[in-house]
């Protein structure tokens, strides 16, 4: 693992992180992906208030506790969009209008639009 330092603090991380957006439901298989990633060597660790209706942290401390003086957790707050749902699950794709393909099947446009009038 390729460690750096994190901004002038002195304190190595490793190159890949380990984000906790989408984190296995089940505690064991949870605990066991963290697990895998300490003995990778990842030792940085990213989470919000907002992942998974708050129980990512939960997550993260309840399977880096062992090894909790050795890893570095970063924290994000932030505010859901009305609508948003918040989840642990990948979140479900977004319809498109009806009669219309989705923005992906779309082929970028070639040319700006014309300015209003």
């Known amino acids: 693992m390729i460690y750096r330092p994190m901004g002038k603090s002195g304190v190595q991380v490793s190159a890949l992180s380990m984000g906790g957006g989408h984190l296995p439901d089940d505690p064991e298989a949870c605990d066991a992906l963290l697990r895998a990633c300490v003995d990778a060597g990842i030792n940085y660790y990213e989470t919000a208030t907002f992942y998974c209706n708050g129980q990512c942290q939960q997550k993260i401390g309840r399977g880096l506790e062992p090894v909790r003086s050795n890893v570095m957790i970063s924290v994000k ?6 609508g948003e749902q918040p989840g642990c699950a990948a979140p479900p794709a977004r319809p498109s209008a009806p009669g219309r393909s989705s923005p992906a099947a779309s082929p970028a446009p070639q040319t700006a639009p ?4």
């Open 77 to 82: 707050r932030g505010i859901l969009l009305v």
């Open 114 to 117: 014309p300015p209003p009038s």
